[in-house]
């Protein structure tokens, strides 16, 4: 069954810091990858995703993630956060099935 | 553009009690899902609708029930609320392999 591992539950970051938040999944086929970002008491939102082609894949906000086929990773990415990019943030996968499957969530807080 | 849209933001049911939570999505996805977001737990697929017509379980489906009404609409009931479903619902909607699109979420109490 696909599964998806976040490891960082909570992490706490000073403006300007850079961040990286892992993501891994158990898939061994073709995959569809995903970040999304949850600011406080708002929906998910689409951050970026990966379907084929570039492994490295720049979404909004200058967040970036990189495929690492090999290492079935995912992680995110971004040289500087900000005070407002304080928010939980959600990998998810997708195996050609109609259902997406979501890690845990990362609950980054960042210090201004 | 709205987008997803679920009502009632808010909820607070008694034990035993029912009620439905509606989703409407205006842009024509044929694809519609139901999560539930609790702490530490990410989000749980309750129930999908691949498209009009059909639904499926997710990973939680138990003490829930989904009716998709028409292309635009998909329901989630609960018959006899327990305090385990005390939790936050999200619908979502998409098209083909392209990402989800959430609405606000339903944050429901279960006394």
């Known amino acids: 069954a696909q599964s998806v591992s976040q490891h960082n539950h909570h992490v706490i970051l000073s403006e300007a810091a850079s961040l990286e938040l892992g993501c891994n999944y158990s898939?061994?086929?073709?995959?569809?990858l995903f970040w999304y970002v949850q600011y406080p008491g708002q929906h998910l939102q689409l951050l970026l995703k990966y379907f084929s082609g570039d492994p490295l894949v720049k979404g909004i906000k200058g967040f970036e993630a990189e495929f690492i086929k090999s290492k079935f990773s995912f992680n995110l990415r971004k040289p500087s956060v900000q005070w407002s990019d304080t928010a939980e943030y959600f990998c998810?996968?997708?195996?050609?099935?109609?259902?997406?499957?979501f890690g845990t969530g990362t609950r980054l807080k960042v210090l201004a | 553009n709205a987008g997803v849209t679920q009502t009632p933001k808010f909820q607070v049911l008694k034990t035993g009690q029912s009620m439905t939570l509606q989703c409407a999505q205006d842009?024509?996805?044929?694809?519609m899902y139901w999560y539930r977001q609790d702490p530490g737990m990410g989000l749980r697929l309750i129930y999908y609708?691949?498209?009009?017509?059909?639904?499926d379980k997710g990973e939680v489906p138990n003490g829930y029930n989904v009716s998709r009404l028409n292309k635009r609409e998909f329901s989630l009931r609960l018959e006899s609320a327990a305090p385990s479903q005390t939790s936050v619902y999200f619908c979502?909607?998409?098209?083909?392999?392209?990402?989800?699109?959430f609405g606000a979420g339903t944050r429901l109490s279960v006394l």
């Open positions: 898939y061994g086929g073709t995959v569809n």
């Open positions: 979502a909607s998409r098209q083909g392999q392209a990402g989800e699109y």
């Open positions: 842009m024509n996805h044929n694809s």
């Open positions: 609708s691949a498209s009009e017509g059909t639904t």
């Open positions: 998810a996968v997708n195996a050609g099935t109609y259902k997406y499957i």
